[in-house]
């Protein structure tokens, strides 16, 4: 199944809460998200059989990676009988799914074990600095560094295998810890990956000048460090994957400003509360959750039907737009990021 530019569909991004306990600048400014802030009721949500049932179907029109997302998705409750519930979904030929998690690692210390037993195999954790002062104020509640890296150890422990760190950059705020970060997960088995500072969602008051290029990232590690550039993985990888020259490991860079990669961008996303958008950076959804609990409940060949009619129509390429001034239809406003995940 293809989309209007030719591009399949493969991963499936699925949010579970739109709540979290960090205030990260660019995702959830505590002045926007305060106390005043009215985050979705619980009966909004999808059930986790909801959840499942539609993660079947999307597996049914050819996606093989779910992600877990938020918000921050360690929180939201009894998480892994949700992940048990995804891990026994097999691909239409009887291939197990790549299943893998995106957290702030805060709960991990609590839960890496649980998770890893439910049936996860991987995960990536965000952390955007070593220096406790550094992370606080990006963090915006004073979580500790210490608590996310001793998060990062138990997830080792647990077997969680390959462990990737998203750290995002941005210029003046975090860029001093560029270093600092590769020193510290160099040789460890730890993928360290650099994203450029997005323009997602409407309000975080993104500038493109605290972007800081991913070349200028690579060019500041090369300064003390020998990099290779390694091939890409799988297609619609979205990291461009360097090696430590001397054999410690790899490191990545998600360059969605300077280097758009929506030519071969293969995944669809379920938000917090049913609907699925087709870019990350899109001002509408569709309404899966309607269709589910409608009077008269769509089968799984309706659904599917659906999934195909939207995927088959999409021509999202918001990267490669930006800065045209045709990126974002006028008067509409871009889907905040942890309604449908990173
Ligand atoms: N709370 C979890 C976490 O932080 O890992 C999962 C959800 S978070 C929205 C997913 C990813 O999006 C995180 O790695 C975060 O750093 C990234 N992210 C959020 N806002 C961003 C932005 N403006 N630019 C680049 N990455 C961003
Ligand atoms: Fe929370 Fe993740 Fe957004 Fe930070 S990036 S505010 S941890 S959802
Ligand atoms: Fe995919 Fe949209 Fe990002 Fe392009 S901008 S890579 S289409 S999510």
Not at 138 to 154: E, R, S, Y
Not at 200 to 215: E, K, Y
């Amino acid at each position: 199944m293809a989309d209007t530019l030719g591009r399949p569909l493969h991963d499936l991004r699925i949010s579970v809460t739109d709540r979290c306990n960090f205030r990260c600048g660019y995702c959830m400014p505590k002045e926007v998200f305060d106390k005043q802030h009215a985050f979705l009721p619980h009966a909004e949500l999808l059930s986790f059989e909801e959840i499942t049932r539609l993660a079947s179907v999307f597996v049914a029109c050819g996606v093989e990676k779910l992600r877990i997302t938020g918000g921050e998705p360690t929180l939201r409750r009894g998480l892994e009988t949700l992940i048990a519930m995804l891990a026994a979904l097999r691909t239409p030929d009887g291939r197990e799914m790549d299943l893998t998690l995106t957290t702030n690692g805060s709960t991990l210390v609590k839960k890496a074990a649980a998770l890893k037993a439910a049936g996860l195999r991987r995960l990536t954790v965000s952390l955007d600095g070593l220096d406790d002062a550094v992370f606080q104020r990006m963090n915006d509640v004073g979580f500790p560094v210490a608590d996310v890296l001793a998060g990062i150890q138990a997830a080792q422990a647990a077997g969680l295998a390959p462990i990737k760190v998203n750290m995002v950059v941005q210029r003046g705020v975090n860029d001093d810890q560029i270093l600092p970060m590769a020193r510290h997960f160099r040789g460890s088995g730890v993928v360290l990956r650099f994203i450029e500072y997005m323009d997602v969602g409407a309000t975080n008051g993104w500038r493109m000048d605290q972007v800081l290029p991913s070349a200028e990232v690579l060019r500041r590690l090369q300064a003390e460090f020998p990099l290779t550039p390694l091939s890409q993985s799988a297609p619609g990888e979205t990291a461009e994957r360097w090696a430590y020259s001397d054999g410690g490991g790899e490191v990545g860079f998600i360059s969605s400003v300077t280097q758009a990669f929506c030519g071969d961008c293969n995944r669809a996303r379920l938000s917090t509360e049913g609907r699925l958008y087709t870019c990350l950076f899109a001002t509408r959804g569709h309404d899966l959750r309607a269709l589910l609990r409608g009077a008269a409940p769509a089968s799984d060949a309706e659904l599917a039907g659906a999934i195909a009619g939207v995927w088959q129509g999409r021509s999202d390429r918001y990267s490669q737009l930006r800065g045209s001034g045709q990126a974002t239809p006028a008067g509409e406003r871009r889907v905040e990021m942890h309604y449908i995940g990173g």
